[in-house]
């Protein structure tokens, strides 16, 4: 079977965001929280997987921040307000989308 050029392009093209969307999905799959607070800068997300398993230990909010290191307002805010939204979105692959429409 021989492609036109048009067909090989865009064959082409959807590789490479498959290629593009798995290697998102296999490096964001934990998290998607800011790395820094948007105020003072000061590096956050690597407290997110800590604060969760703090809460899991049954420690309150005020508690999981104190003990994380989180003293400034601005910071327990970022933490506080973060809403995980990584395992919703996993629901949808724009590759499927892109499938149905061609039949």
């Not at 050029?5 to 490479?16: C, D, H, I, M, T």
């Amino acid at each position: 079977m021989v492609l036109k050029e048009s067909e090989k392009v865009k064959n082409k093209g959807q590789r490479s965001v498959a290629a593009l969307f798995s290697f998102f999905f296999a490096t964001f799959t934990t998290m998607i929280i800011p790395v820094r607070c948007f105020s003072c800068g000061k590096v956050i997300g690597n407290k997110w997987d800590n604060y969760l398993s703090l809460l899991q230990a049954e420690y309150t909010e005020g508690e999981a921040l104190d003990a994380l290191g989180l003293k400034r307002y601005c910071c327990r805010r970022m933490v506080l307000t973060h809403v995980d939204l990584i395992e919703k979105l996993l629901h949808y692959n724009p590759l499927e989308r892109s499938r149905g429409n061609r039949s």
